[in-house]
Structures are given as structure tokens and as C-alpha cells.
């Protein structure tokens, strides 16, 4: 991906979606020909010159130092995930030679990982990567996510092109803003990850609901909520989740699902890993 058009568009979205009255400054009326804030507006609640400003929007973070991106960040009125996209942009424009390259995730999961999944026999959980691939789950995560499928299963291509994800999904345009979010904030952080860009490449032609979701520049941090489900075998499931970043995994999330003690989603879940059970039983007798 090319960082300079990165930034240049995320800037610009940024820009268009306050108003003067929300950023305070005075509104004059009449016609404004850009929606949003003009260039200059966002210069001067910045503390930067026009020109100045303009060339960050043009895509050169280059040597940007960090109390400007702050100002820039209060500017925009960026919320916490936008501030780190911002940072992160800032960091892969910075010279190859001269940046310390982020770590790849880690082909294998360690034997430990799946230990410890396996282990969480009432949660369901899964590993998964920045482009959302499912790295490793346990017996209820892989139940839950039966309808996913790939070789490693991969959350964003089955949600935009797998008919079966509206089914899964009661939300699904929620679960649709949420992936594209997530990849949007992962390209920020290693706009060089070829699997990515071919990820992103092969959603973006054959999704017009991708495209038009990719082209907004929103991100996000997904790190704790609720989710709906309705699955195949035991219908409606409401599920609290908690998403962890591994410090000893970098580039990976360790993602678990519980249900409410006493709720009619509890039920639903026990009933899920008897089916997972059953399944599995069936699979080894083949």
C-alpha cells in the first residue's frame, strides 16, 4: 500500500467530518465549498502554518514530531483508534532504513497457545491474526465459527463473500464496518504486509459493500463488547467478548466469547458444545 495516499485520504476524511460549530470555531454562513473543515481551519486549531499543514495532508509525515501530531490529532477531534492510525502512519513513513521493523506474527501458533484455548472449555475463543485469519481455536470457537471455512479460516473474506455470513451475522452490517475497521487499522500499522494488500486487493474487487466500507478510512479498537450470533445448529447466541493483543505474540489476539450466567444464551452455548462434542466424536469415528 502506499503510504503517502494513506495518509493523504485518511487526513482528508478526517477533515470532512467536522464542522466548524463542532470544532468552535465561527460560522459565517453561505456556501462552504468543502464539507467539513478547510485546510486552513484545521492549520489553525493545530497551532501549524497553512503550508505546513498542507503539505502533512499531502501525504509527508516525514520527521513529524510527535507533539504536532497530537495537535493535529486534538484538531481533528480523533478519537483514541484514529490517534494511534495517525501515529501509526506517522511511523511507517519513516525511511525503511531508518524504522525498526515491526515483528511478524508467528507462522505457528505455540504449543502453549493452544493449550491454554483448550483449556477454556465454557468460552469460546480463537487466535487470529491482524488480516483476520484463525489461526487456532478451541472446541466451542470452532463450533461457533462452523460456517467459516479456508485453510487458515479468514473472518473478512467469509463476511463479504460468503452468502452464509448474513446468517451468522443478525448484524451484519455492523460485523461487515467492524472487519474493514480492523484491516484498515492493521494496514496503518505494516502497510507492507504483502498478504494484506492481496487480501485487501482481492476483497476490494469482488465486494462493492468492501469497497465502498475501505474507501472511508474508518478504524477501530475492538477490544471488548457484545456480539450476535445466529448459528446453524442452536439459533440465537448473544456473547460477550474480550479481544487481548498477546505481548509475547506480537501481531496476535486471543478472542473469547462467554454468555451470561442464567441467560437463554448460556443454554444456547452448553447446547453448542454438545453439538461440538457430538461432532467431533463423529469426525474420529470416520
Not at 462552504?32 to 484545521?42: D, K, S
Given at each position: 500500500?502506499?503510504?503517502?495516499?494513506e495518509?493523504?485520504?485518511?487526513?482528508?476524511?478526517?477533515?470532512?467530518?467536522?464542522?466548524?460549530?463542532?470544532?468552535?470555531?465561527?460560522?459565517?454562513?453561505?456556501h462552504?465549498?468543502?464539507?467539513?473543515?478547510?485546510?486552513?481551519?484545521?492549520a489553525?486549531?493545530?497551532?501549524?502554518?497553512?503550508?505546513?499543514?498542507?503539505?502533512?495532508?499531502?501525504?509527508?509525515?516525514?520527521?513529524?514530531?510527535?507533539?504536532v501530531?497530537?495537535?493535529?490529532?486534538?484538531?481533528?477531534?480523533?478519537?483514541?483508534?484514529?490517534?494511534?492510525h495517525?501515529f501509526?502512519?506517522?511511523?511507517?513513513?519513516?525511511?525503511?532504513?531508518?524504522?525498526?521493523?515491526?515483528p511478524?506474527?508467528?507462522?505457528?501458533?505455540?504449543?502453549?497457545?493452544?493449550?491454554?484455548?483448550d483449556?477454556?472449555t465454557?468460552?469460546?475463543?480463537?487466535?487470529?491474526?491482524g488480516?483476520?485469519?484463525?489461526l487456532?481455536?478451541?472446541?466451542?470457537?470452532r463450533?461457533?465459527?462452523?460456517?467459516?471455512?479456508?485453510?487458515?479460516?479468514?473472518?473478512?473474506?467469509?463476511?463479504?463473500?460468503?452468502?452464509?455470513?448474513?446468517?451468522?451475522?443478525?448484524?451484519?452490517?455492523?460485523?461487515?464496518?467492524?472487519?474493514?475497521?480492523?484491516?484498515?487499522?492493521?494496514?496503518?500499522?505494516?502497510?507492507?504486509?504483502r498478504?494484506?494488500?492481496?487480501?485487501?486487493?482481492?476483497?476490494?474487487?469482488?465486494?462493492?459493500?468492501?469497497?465502498?466500507?475501505?474507501?472511508a478510512?474508518?478504524?477501530?479498537?475492538?477490544h471488548?463488547?457484545?456480539?450476535?450470533?445466529?448459528?446453524?445448529?442452536?439459533?440465537?447466541?448473544?456473547?460477550?467478548?474480550?479481544?487481548?493483543?498477546?505481548?509475547?505474540?506480537?501481531?496476535?489476539?486471543?478472542?473469547a466469547?462467554?454468555?451470561?450466567?442464567?441467560?437463554a444464551?448460556?443454554?444456547?452455548?452448553?447446547?453448542?458444545?454438545?453439538?461440538?462434542?457430538?461432532?467431533d466424536?463423529?469426525?474420529?469415528?470416520?
Open positions: 500500500m502506499d503510504s503517502r495516499s495518509i493523504r485520504e485518511f487526513l482528508t476524511s478526517r477533515r470532512a467530518k467536522i464542522t466548524p460549530q463542532q470544532a468552535g470555531l465561527p460560522s459565517y454562513g453561505g462552504r465549498r468543502v464539507p467539513g473543515l478547510r485546510r486552513e481551519e484545521v489553525l486549531l493545530a497551532g501549524v502554518s497553512v503550508e505546513y499543514y498542507a503539505r502533512l495532508e499531502r501525504g509527508n509525515l516525514t520527521g513529524v514530531s510527535e507533539p501530531l497530537e495537535s493535529l490529532a486534538r484538531a481533528l477531534a480523533l478519537d483514541d483508534a484514529e490517534r494511534s495517525l501509526d502512519l506517522a511511523r511507517a513513513a519513516v525511511p525503511a532504513t531508518a524504522r525498526a521493523r515491526r511478524r506474527p508467528r507462522a505457528r501458533v505455540r504449543p502453549a497457545m493452544q493449550q491454554l484455548l483449556a477454556m465454557d468460552t469460546a475463543a480463537f487466535l487470529r491474526n488480516r483476520l485469519d484463525m487456532a481455536t478451541n472446541t466451542l470457537g463450533a461457533l465459527y462452523s460456517p467459516v471455512h479456508g485453510n487458515p479460516p479468514n473472518l473478512a473474506r467469509f463476511c463479504f463473500l460468503d452468502p452464509a455470513a448474513t446468517e451468522l451475522y443478525p448484524d451484519w452490517d455492523g460485523a461487515a464496518d467492524t472487519s474493514v475497521a480492523l484491516l484498515r487499522t492493521e494496514a496503518g500499522r505494516d502497510p507492507h504486509d498478504n494484506l494488500t492481496d487480501l485487501v486487493g482481492e476483497l476490494s474487487t469482488r465486494s462493492q459493500e468492501f469497497r465502498t466500507r475501505w474507501a478510512h474508518d478504524v477501530r479498537l475492538h471488548t463488547g457484545t456480539k450476535r450470533f445466529h448459528h446453524p445448529a442452536v439459533g440465537e447466541l448473544v456473547l460477550a467478548f474480550e479481544a487481548m493483543p498477546l505481548p509475547a505474540d506480537p501481531g496476535l489476539t486471543l478472542t466469547y462467554t454468555a451470561e450466567p442464567g441467560s444464551s448460556r443454554d444456547a452455548l452448553t447446547l453448542l458444545a454438545t453439538w461440538a462434542a457430538t461432532a466424536r463423529h469426525d474420529a469415528a470416520l
